[in-house]
T-cell receptor, first 118, second 112 residues
């Protein structure tokens, strides 16, 4: 257990379903990230939240909708997905920014949610 | 722009040393990292090195940094079957809002 918990671990959904992925961290970190990892592409950064505000959205389709209600929780709401959206979705968190960055600054990743769209 | 490059595959015999190489482009990189991803799992931070260091050793792991050539390597001594994983090189450029840039990962395969 890394301190970042993702649920569910596995999810199979139809193209017309609506589901949500959940990420939780109790490390006291103030930034959280969603990554997509598929077999055909490297790690793709999807969304970045810092202090609960979205600071980056890397041109992700609107069928993915993130939500960060507080610094410990991050959601990814899914609707009308396509089969090519099947992938491992990874959540990560980090602490500090700029001059306040910790000396050993790095991301802590969750174990991921394996999503299959049928 | 920032780019982190590493070879996609490496095969090593059990007991030998593994050396995974990485190059990066941003000369302002402050930290460089190695992450390990085992099958079905997320990325686990293995080790990191600050840009003003040229070597860091941690048990079986040795990280070498050549800042002039922007080259980072990870050496795993006495490679074991449990080392079979994907290894991601990553760097943290300055002035990039704390965003870590990841390479595509090197899949390490252990031969018996």
């Amino acid at each position: 257990e890394t301190g970042v918990t993702q649920t569910p671990r596995h999810l199979v959904m139809g193209m017309t379903n609506k589901k949500s992925l959940k990420c939780e961290q109790h490390l006291g970190h103030n930034a959280m990230y969603w990554y997509k990892q598929s077999a055909k592409k490297p790690l793709e950064l999807m969304f970045v939240y810092s202090l609960e505000e979205r600071v980056e959205n890397n041109s992700v389709p609107s069928r993915f909708s993130p939500e960060c209600p507080n610094s410990s929780h991050l959601f990814l709401h899914l609707h009308t997905l396509q089969p090519e959206d099947s992938a491992l979705y990874l959540c990560a968190s980090s602490q500090g920014s700029g001059a306040n960055r910790a000396p050993n600054y790095g991301y802590t990743f969750g174990s991921g949610t394996r999503l299959t769209v049928v | 722009g920032e780019d982190v490059e590493q070879s996609l595959f490496l095969s090593v015999r059990e007991g030998d040393s593994s050396v995974i190489n990485c190059t990066y482009t941003d000369s302002s990189s402050t930290y460089l990292y190695w992450y390990k991803q085992e099958p079905g799992a997320g990325l686990q931070l293995l080790t990191y090195i600050f840009s003003n260091m040229d070597m860091k050793q941690d048990q079986r792991l040795t990280v070498l940094l050549n800042k002039k050539d922007k080259h980072l390597s990870l050496r795993i001594a006495d490679t074991q079957t449990g080392d079979s994983a994907i290894y991601f090189c990553a760097d943290l450029p300055a002035n990039r809002d704390d965003k870590i840039i990841f390479g595509k990962g090197t899949r390490l395969h252990i031969l018996p």
